[in-house]
């Protein structure tokens, strides 16, 4: 049985004990719908991180083999010479979007994408594979910030949907029955307090009608 709140067995109480639970379950319901809405949500996400989770490592599997081919064709000394030439990425630039009040990321960036020359190393010291394996590795990248923008998002959604679960769960077992069993036990104590006083009352008029009989 829920406990007791510590509250005064007042009709003033009770009127006030009544409309609190009706704005409790109105609470709880949109809460649950907030739930709700974001577990469907999370759940299409959770799909699109999935594709691009799968998606990604075919790319580094792909990207690890050209790199491979690559340290054939031009050789370890070259190859690193080479990757400390590359110039500097495009900058990253995140921001905020909200998914149902949840704030969650959104990575702005170009697509990593570039023509060998943009790159910055020599044509003479390196050879076509390079350029083969500098290509996968930016598709790589490219994928590698939609699926941490996407991932992130999920961190959040989960975050949000447990901490909404609690609430629900806390107006659904916890305050609502308390408040609901506090209610009734008001009912019950200004009935037994309003039969005290009816008789009590007749009690009293008994009393009068007595003194009235005997003075007469």
């Known amino acids: 049985m829920a406990e007791l709140l510590n ?3 007042t009709r003033m109480e009770l009127l006030n004990l009544k409309r609190r639970i009706q704005l409790a379950k109105k609470g709880h319901k949109l809460l649950k719908d907030k739930q709700d809405a974001l577990i469907m949500e999370f ?13 990604l490592n ?12 690559a340290q054939l064709s031009a050789g370890n000394l070259r190859l690193q010479e080479a990757a400390l030439s590359v110039k500097p990425n495009r900058e990253v630039e995140i921001r905020k979007r909200n998914i149902m009040g949840v704030p969650v990321p959104l990575i702005e960036a170009e697509s990593f994408k570039r023509a060998a020359a943009e790159r910055g190393y020599a044509f003479v010291s390196t050879s076509p594979e390079v350029d ?3 290509d996968k590795f930016e598709e790589v990248l490219d994928l590698a910030v ?3 923008e996407v991932e992130e998002t999920l961190k959040r959604l989960a975050k949000e949907i447990e901490t909404t679960k609690r609430r629900v769960n806390a107006l659904e077992y916890i305050i609502i029955p308390r408040m609901e069993v506090t209610v009734k036990f008001i009912k019950q ?4 307090i309003e039969r005290e006083n ?9 009393l009068i009608e007595a003194r009235s009989q005997a003075g007469a």
Do not use: G, S
């Open 7 to 9: 509250v005064k067995p």
């Open 43 to 55: 759940f299409t996400i959770y799909d699109e991180a999935l594709n691009l989770r799968r998606e």
């Open 58 to 69: 075919e790319k580094m599997e792909v990207a690890f083999e050209a790199l491979l081919r």
């Open 132 to 134: 083969a394996a500098a």
């Open 146 to 148: 939609r699926l941490a």
């Open 189 to 192: 104590r200004l009935d037994e």
């Open 198 to 206: 009816f008789f009590r009352l007749k009690r009293v008029k008994a």
